[in-house]
């Protein structure tokens, strides 16, 4: 093989490379997962066992999903990282969240009443990580850093509160 072949295999197989790192990144985007407490267990990785409280009826279906916080990413369609959904149970409910690592990330959950799963803004409920205020001004969408918090290499356990208008 000439010098310049080899030159063009090499930069074909860096290429290759680069692109089979860029794929495992994005394949991090809209994973839906079932609930599994297993993925909260000792040594299973980074994850977030979130509970969310107030939860009016056991109707309908509570959908989960977790966001890297970022501005790029906090509540954009399908730049969540992991969705989980379950049958509403009234009181309060816990989900083990795996995320990617450790790092800054952002919880949100609904409580799609009637289970259309349309979001029904006089009667649905929501709830986010560090239960920012949400008003008219910031339409359902407060800014990613009051959502934020860190996990690290374990779990992380947080408590939301769902709210309903």
């Known amino acids: 093989m000439t010098k310049t072949k ?28 079932s609930n599994n407490p297993a993925n909260c267990s000792a040594g299973a990785g980074s994850a977030v066992r979130v509970t969310i409280t107030d939860i009016k009826e056991s109707r309908g279906t509570i959908r989960v999903q977790s966001y890297r916080a970022t501005k790029q990413d906090w509540l954009e369609k399908g730049k969540w990282i992991n969705r989980m959904e379950a049958p509403a149970k009234a009181g309060s409910m816990t989900f083990c969240v795996p995320v990617p690592g450790p790092g800054s990330y952002g919880i949100a959950a609904r409580h799609d009443l009637n ?6 803004i006089f009667g649905d409920g929501g709830a986010m990580s560090n239960d920012p205020s949400v008003s008219v001004f910031n339409l359902g969408k407060p800014n990613y850093k009051k959502a934020a918090f860190d996990v690290g290499p374990g779990v992380r356990s947080i408590t939301i509160e769902m709210r309903y208008r």
Do not use: E, F, H
């Open 6 to 33: 080899l030159a063009l295999a090499g930069m074909a197989g860096a290429a290759l490379a680069a692109t089979a790192i860029a794929v495992p990144v994005q394949a991090q985007y809209r994973d839906k997962i």
């Open 115 to 120: 289970g259309n799963g349309k979001t029904d």
